[in-house]
C-alpha cells in the first residue's frame, strides 16, 4: 500500500506554493499534536450529530490539522482553507482535484455503488461512471489496495480523484443517512394498498393503514431533508406528490433545483411530519394550511413556514426557510450604491414620515424592512410591527401578528398600535384604503412608518395611494420616499470570466454614451461551487426616489406616474434598469439577468 505525503511534505508543498511561510510551517510542527487532539474532540462531536449515533471513530488528517490553524498571507487574504490545501497537494502529487457540489450528485449512483459502513470506513463516493471506468472520490488517493480491491469488485477500472475529506463525510452522511431512513420507512409500511391521497387511485381504496409521521426513519429523513437545504443556501423546499413517487426540489439563488424522489408509499408520513413540527391538522388533508417552527442548524436558529396544499396526487408541502443571516444584513450588504445609501439612511433615521419598498414577490422587501428595524432598532425606541403572517420572530421588536377572521386587521391594528407609544410602525403590506388611511395618519402624527406595496416602479407607488383614496395634500406632507427593488443573481467570483458586449447588446441596453466603445463586463463559466450556473448569491437592483419640493408638488397636483418618474430621474434618480445596468459594470451581475429582471421602459 502507497501512502501519501507525510506532514512536513505537505507543509513544504505548501511553503513552496507560497501558502504558508517558513514560520507558520514551524508552528503546526510545534503545536500540531495539542491542536490535532483538541480538533479531534470537535469532529466527534459533530460527527455525532452529523450520523446520529452516540458512538463515532475518526481520525484526523494532516491537511486537516494544517487548515484548522486558518493561517493567512496578510490581515486581507482570506484563511487557509481545507480546499485550498488539498488541491495544492492533489496538483503537487498529480491527482486530479474535485469540489464536490451535492446537488451535481447522482444520488442512486452514490448510495449504490458503495455501502454507508463501506463508503465512511474509507472515506469514498462515486461521483462519476462510465463504461470504460468508475470515477471516485478520496481524501486518500494513495491507498493503492482500496483501489485494486474497488476495481476487482466493480469489474471495471477506478479513475480516482481527490476531494476534501470534509465535503466527502457530509455527502456520505446526507446521502446514505437519507438512503437508510427511506429504506427503513418503506419497510414500516405495507405498500399492498394504494394511497388513499391520490386521487386517481380513490376506486381501489380499501383501508388506511400508514406510516406514522413520529417514527424514526421518517424524523431521521425529515432532518436530513432540512440540513441539507440549510447547507445548500436554499430559502424554500418544495416536497410535490407524483403519479409513481415524490419529487423534493430546492430553490437556491431564485431558482429551483431537483434534489431528490422519495418512495410514493413515504410521501404522506413526510408530509405528516413536517406538519407535526408546524402544529397543523394532520388528519386534515382536503384544505390549504399555514404553519411554522423553528429550528437549529449547528449554532443557527432558522425559522420555517410550512404551506401545504391538495394536489390531484396527494398534499405538496413548501416550506420557506428564514435564515437570520440573510435577513438581517448590514444595509450596506444588500447591494445599495453609496448615493442611494445614504438617501435611503435619511430617510429611515427621520422622526416622522412614510417610506415605501415596492417590488413583487421574492424582490427582497421583507429582506429589507427586516435590516432597516434592525439598523435603527435601540433601547430608545419602541418598535411595533404588524405582520400577516410574522415572517421571523425578533426580540427587538413588538411584532402583532393579524387575524382577519377576527376582525384584526392591518387598518384595525393600527389604531389600536397609536396607543402603545410607538416611534416607529412597520406595516406588512398596504392592501386596503382603510390601511393607507390609517398608515398616513400615523405619518402624520409623529411616527416613522415603513410599509410595502406591489408596484412595478417607485412613481407608481404614489398613483396606487392615491387611487386607495389617500388625499393627495396628506400624502405629499407625509410620504418621505419610496424603493422600489429587484433582485438579481451575482457573477461566481471562483468562475468569473471578463467579455466585452457586443454593439447589439449595448443598443438594447439603450446605454448613453457607450456607442463605438468596447464595455467590458463579467460572466461566470461554471463551477462546483456555484453547481455550474455561474451565479452565486444574489444582490438588491434599487430604485430610490426621495422626496423633493418638486415632487411634492406633482404629488399635491395628482400628476401621473410617468411625469412624477420623470421628474425623479432629472433629479437623479437611477431607474431599476440603470441601476442594474452599473452593477453589470462593476462585474457584479450579467445582461441575462439585467434584461430579466428589470423592465425596458424609458421615460426621458
Known amino acids: 500500500m502507497s501512502r501519501g505525503p507525510s506532514l512536513t511534505q505537505i507543509l513544504d508543498i505548501l511553503v513552496a506554493g507560497g501558502h504558508l511561510h517558513a514560520g507558520q510551517k514551524q508552528d503546526v510542527l510545534n503545536r500540531g499534536k495539542e491542536q490535532s487532539r483538541h480538533l479531534l474532540l ?6 455525532r450529530r452529523l450520523l446520529g449515533r452516540q458512538r463515532v471513530s475518526y481520525t484526523i488528517s494532516d491537511i486537516e490539522l494544517v487548515a484548522s490553524f486558518r493561517f493567512r498571507k496578510d490581515d486581507r487574504a482570506p484563511a487557509l482553507d481545507e480546499e485550498q490545501i488539498t488541491e495544492a497537494v492533489a496538483l503537487h502529487e498529480g491527482y486530479t482535484f474535485v469540489r464536490i457540489d451535492p446537488l451535481q450528485l447522482n444520488f442512486k449512483l452514490v448510495v449504490d455503488a458503495f455501502g454507508g459502513p463501506f463508503a465512511e470506513k474509507h472515506m469514498v463516493i462515486a461521483v462519476d461512471d462510465k463504461l470504460d471506468a468508475l470515477t471516485v472520490a478520496l481524501c486518500d488517493p494513495w491507498n493503492t489496495d482500496l483501489l485494486g480491491s474497488l476495481a476487482q469488485f466493480k469489474k471495471k477500472p477506478i479513475r480516482p480523484v481527490m476531494a476534501c475529506k470534509s465535503e466527502i463525510l457530509k455527502v456520505i452522511a446526507e446521502f446514505h443517512g437519507f438512503r437508510r431512513s427511506m429504506r427503513a420507512a418503506e419497510a414500516d409500511f405495507a405498500d399492498e394498498l394504494p394511497d388513499i391521497s391520490n386521487l386517481e387511485s380513490l376506486y381501489k381504496v380499501q383501508g388506511t393503514n400508514e406510516l406514522e409521521a413520529t417514527d424514526q426513519p421518517v424524523v431521521q429523513a425529515v432532518w436530513y431533508l432540512l440540513n441539507y437545504a440549510f447547507d445548500n443556501r436554499a430559502s424554500d423546499i418544495h416536497i410535490e406528490p407524483k403519479r409513481e413517487d415524490a419529487l423534493v426540489r430546492m430553490r437556491i439563488d431564485g431558482v429551483l433545483h431537483p434534489v431528490h424522489r422519495l418512495p410514493r408509499t413515504v410521501h404522506p408520513a413526510i408530509i405528516s411530519r413536517i406538519k407535526l413540527l408546524a402544529r397543523l391538522d394532520i388528519a386534515e388533508r382536503r384544505r390549504p394550511q399555514d404553519g411554522r417552527f423553528k429550528t437549529t442548524f449547528g449554532n443557527t436558529e432558522a425559522e420555517m413556514r410550512v404551506s401545504t396544499v391538495p394536489t390531484v396526487f396527494g398534499e405538496k408541502a413548501v416550506l420557506r426557510i428564514f435564515d437570520p ?24 433615521h427621520a422622526s416622522s414620515g412614510m417610506v415605501l419598498i415596492t417590488g413583487p414577490t421574492g424582490s427582497g422587501k421583507t429582506t429589507t424592512l427586516y435590516s432597516s428595524l434592525h439598523h435603527i432598532a435601540n433601547p430608545r425606541i419602541n418598535i411595533c410591527t404588524l405582520e400577516d403572517p410574522i415572517e421571523m420572530v425578533h426580540e427587538a421588536f413588538n411584532q402583532l401578528p393579524m387575524q382577519p377572521k377576527i376582525g384584526f386587521t392591518f387598518g384595525s391594528a393600527l389604531k389600536n398600535v397609536l396607543r402603545q407609544d410607538p416611534d416607529v410602525i412597520m406595516i406588512g403590506e398596504i392592501r386596503d384604503a382603510d390601511t ?68 447589439e447588446q449595448i443598443e438594447m441596453l439603450n446605454i448613453r454614451g457607450a456607442e463605438g466603445r468596447r464595455l467590458k463586463v463579467k460572466r461566470g463559466m461554471g463551477c ?77
Do not use: W
Request: charged fraction near 25%; charge should be neutral.
Open 42 to 47: 470537535d469532529r466527534r462531536a459533530e460527527l
Open 325 to 348: 443571516s440573510v435577513l438581517k444584513q448590514p444595509l450596506s450588504d444588500l447591494g445599495f450604491f453609496e448615493t442611494e445609501l445614504m438617501q435611503y439612511n435619511e430617510m429611515i
Open 436 to 503: 393607507a388611511e390609517n398608515a398616513v395618519q400615523a405619518a402624520l402624527t409623529g411616527h416613522l412608518v415603513l410599509s410595502t406595496l406591489h408596484t412595478n416602479d417607485a412613481a407608481s407607488a404614489v398613483a396606487r395611494l392615491l387611487d386607495l383614496g389617500v388625499l393627495p395634500f396628506l400624502l405629499s406632507g407625509t410620504l418621505l420616499g419610496v424603493i422600489a427593488q429587484r433582485l438579481v443573481r451575482k457573477v461566481c467570483v471562483y468562475c468569473a470570466r471578463e467579455e466585452l458586449l457586443t454593439a
Open 528 to 604: 462546483p461551487k456555484c453547481r455550474g450556473t455561474g451565479y452565486k448569491g444574489r444582490t438588491g437592483v434599487f430604485e430610490v426616489m426621495q422626496m423633493t419640493p418638486r415632487l411634492q408638488r406633482l404629488v399635491q397636483e395628482k400628476a401621473s406616474a410617468q411625469d412624477i418618474k420623470r421628474e425623479a430621474v432629472n433629479d437623479g434618480m437611477l431607474t431599476l434598469r440603470e441601476y442594474a445596468i452599473k452593477k453589470l459594470a462593476r462585474g457584479e451581475t450579467t445582461i441575462d439577468e439585467v434584461t430579466a429582471v428589470t423592465d425596458e421602459t424609458h421615460l426621458y
